[in-house]
T-cell receptor
Framework: DAKTTQPTSMDCAEGRAANLPCNHS???????VYWYRQIHSQGPQYIIH???NNETNEMASLIITEDRKSSTLILPHATLRDTAVYYC????????????FGGGTRLMVKP | GAVVSQHPSWVICKSGTSVKIECRSL??????MFWYRQFPKQSLMLMAT?????????EQGVEKDKFLINHASLTLSTLTVTSAHPEDSSFYIC???????????FGAGSRLTVL
């Protein structure tokens, strides 16, 4: 799986958009970008994934650059409950494959 | 995605005893489940892949005789920490692959404290 680089931590004001970047410059053509988050003392939670097109769901938006070497997860209106560690993971789409977690970005949403 | 139930959510035990953690896939038949471990302020590390009806596959450095995994049915995998020691104190999390979107659904985790 391609390696990802994320900032260690970020702050965001409550109600504002949180933009979490991820670099994956060695991504290969058949690898997807997945985002998960882990709220303190809980198991990780799936957020969104994409291949090359931008994606949006009820939780977030995923913007992938045209060269696919980086992406940004956007939480449009961050709340205090969005405080968590966010993991960007790149891997081949293959049902049953495990995930390899990096350090992630610790997002602190402040009132 | 799948609905995953993990039990117990926390457990405290004495050194030398064994602890069993259960992971149940409530609405999805899982031939494979994954067990992760997370130490404080660290990321999740894959311990082993649990395979229904066959032996688990362990990651390098994980002792298979210490961390016994049983996946006897399509909805249940168990992790038993045998002869637990304080250094085994950690957050253990299971996950189940869902069909379709190729997403992993995680249990809520089990926090083990060995005294």
């Amino acid at each position: 799986d391609a390696k990802t680089t994320q900032p260690t931590s970020m702050d965001c004001a409550e109600g504002r958009a949180a933009n979490l970047p991820c670099n994956h410059s060695t991504i290969s053509g058949n690898e997807y970008v997945y985002w998960y988050r882990q709220i303190h003392s809980q198991g990780p939670q799936y957020i969104i994934h994409g291949l090359k097109n931008n994606e949006t769901n009820e939780m977030a938006s995923l913007i992938i650059t045209e060269d696919r070497k980086s992406s940004t997860l956007i939480l449009p209106h961050a709340t205090l409950r969005d405080t968590a560690v966010y993991y960007c993971i790149v891997r081949v789409y293959n049902a049953g494959n495990m995930l390899t977690f990096g350090g992630g970005t610790r997002l602190m949403v402040k009132p | 995605g799948a609905v995953v139930s993990q039990h117990p959510s926390w457990v405290i035990c004495k050194s030398g005893t064994s602890v069993k953690i259960e992971c149940r896939s409530l609405d999805f038949q899982a031939t494979t489940m994954f067990w992760y471990r997370q130490f404080p302020k660290q990321s999740l590390m894959l311990m082993a892949t649990s395979n229904e009806g066959s032996k688990a596959t362990y990651e390098q450095g994980v002792e298979k005789d210490k961390f016994l995994i049983n996946h006897a049915s399509l909805t249940l995998s168990t992790l038993t920490v045998t002869s637990a020691h304080p250094e085994d104190s950690s957050f253990y999390i299971c996950s189940v692959p869902s069909s379709g979107a190729n997403v992993l659904t995680f249990g809520a985790g089990s926090r083990l404290t060995v005294l």
